[in-house]
C-alpha cells in the first residue's frame, strides 16, 4: 500500500469492541500486513503513567506499529471530546495522506461515533463552578437524581446515556446551561469523510466476563497497585476523570480508605462487567454496520486478505 493514491474515498479501518475482547492484538497484526498505523480511542490510554491498567500498547508493540492518540495528557488534564476528535482526524489525514491505512481501533464509543459519524461538537468550555455544583449534586443526592435533572432538559441524550456515567451526564447539562439547548440537537452529524469498514469483536458473554476477570488478575501480577500508589504519590486526586477508570478508583479505596484488596479487586470486576454492558449497548445504538467477528476464532491472515479485496476497490 506505500504511497497508494486512493480512486474514491481514503479507506478507515474500524476495529471495535468491548473490553478484553482482543483488539490490540488483531490490530497489531493486521497494521503489520497491510502497511497501517494505529489510532487509538480508548479514553484512558490518553494519559501518561496509566499503562497497566488501560491495557495500554507496550513498548515492543508501538516499536512495530506506530500509534497514535496515546500518551497525549497528564492525568490532571481533561481533553474534551471536540479535542480528540480533532486530532484523531488529523492523525487519519495525516496517514492517509502518506499511503498507509489508518486502524481507528478502541471501546470508547462515544470516540468512536464521533469520528465515524462526523459529529458537530458544540464549543463549550467547561465551566468548573456547575460541573462541581453537579458533581457535588450527583454525591449527595444520587446519580439517578442527576439523571433526572437531564431527563427534564435533554431526554434523548438521557436515553442513551447511563445514570452512573455522571462525567457524561455533568457535561451534557454543562452545554445546556450554557447555550440553552441540548447537547442531542447540537451533535449534528456530516457525511462520512472516508469510505469506512467497521470490524467488531464479540464473544459470549459469560467468556468475555471470565477473560476480562483474567486480564484484571494479570494487571494486578503486572503492578497495578504500585500504579495507582505512584499516580497518587504524585498529587493526582482520586477525584480527577482519569482516576475513575476501571481499577483505579477501586484500588485508590483499597490504598486511600483501608478498603481489603480482594474486596478491591471484586469491585473493580462487577465495575468492569457494567461497562461492557454499556459498551455493547452503545455499539447496537450507534453503529449499525458493524462486520462482527468471534473473537474466540481469529483468523487475522484471512481477515487480512479480504480486507486487500476492500482496499483494492478504495
Do not use: C
Not at 474515498?9 to 469492541?17: E, S, W
Not at 459529529?119 to 446519580?143: C, F, H, K, M
Amino acid at each position: 500500500m506505500s504511497k497508494t493514491r486512493w480512486t474514491g474515498k481514503a479507506p478507515l479501518l474500524v476495529i471495535l469492541g468491548a473490553t478484553a475482547t482482543g483488539k490490540t492484538g488483531l490490530a497489531l497484526q493486521l497494521a503489520e500486513s497491510l502497511d497501517g498505523e494505529i489510532v487509538g480511542a480508548d479514553s484512558r490510554q490518553i494519559y501518561r503513567g496509566m499503562d497497566i491498567g488501560t491495557a495500554k500498547p507496550n513498548a515492543e508493540q508501538r516499536a512495530r506499529v506506530r500509534h497514535h492518540l496515546v500518551d497525549i495528557a497528564d492525568p490532571d488534564e481533561n481533553p474534551g471530546l471536540a479535542t480528540i476528535q480533532g486530532l484523531a482526524n488529523a492523525a487519519i489525514a495525516d496517514i492517509q495522506r502518506r499511503g498507509r491505512l489508518p486502524l481507528l481501533v478502541g471501546g470508547t464509543g462515544q470516540y468512536l461515533s464521533a469520528i465515524v459519524e462526523g459529529w458537530r461538537i458544540p464549543e463549550v468550555p467547561p465551566n468548573e463552578t456547575l460541573r462541581s455544583e453537579l458533581e457535588d449534586y450527583a454525591r449527595r443526592q444520587g446519580s439517578m437524581a442527576l439523571h433526572r435533572r437531564l431527563v427534564e432538559v435533554d431526554p434523548a441524550t438521557a436515553a442513551r446515556t447511563h445514570p452512573n456515567n455522571v462525567r457524561r451526564v455533568v457535561r451534557s447539562l454543562e452545554v445546556w446551561h450554557a447555550t440553552g439547548s441540548a447537547i442531542s440537537e447540537q451533535q449534528k452529524r456530516l457525511p462520512p469523510l472516508w469510505k469506512v469498514l467497521q470490524l467488531g469483536l464479540q464473544l459470549e458473554r459469560g467468556a468475555l466476563y471470565a477473560r476480562a476477570d483474567q486480564r484484571f488478575d494479570a494487571m494486578i501480577e503486572a503492578g497495578l497497585v504500585g500504579e495507582v500508589r505512584d499516580l497518587l504519590r504524585a498529587g493526582y486526586s482520586r477525584d480527577l476523570p482519569s482516576m475513575s477508570g476501571l481499577g483505579y478508583r477501586q484500588l485508590a479505596a483499597h490504598l486511600l480508605d483501608g478498603l481489603p484488596l480482594p474486596e478491591a479487586i471484586a469491585a473493580a470486576r462487577t465495575a468492569t462487567h457494567d461497562f461492557i454492558r454499556r459498551q455493547l449497548t452503545w455499539f447496537r445504538g450507534h453503529h449499525a454496520d458493524i462486520r462482527w467477528l468471534d473473537a474466540a476464532s481469529l483468523d487475522a491472515q484471512a481477515i487480512a486478505g479480504d480486507l486487500r479485496r476492500w482496499l483494492a476497490d478504495a
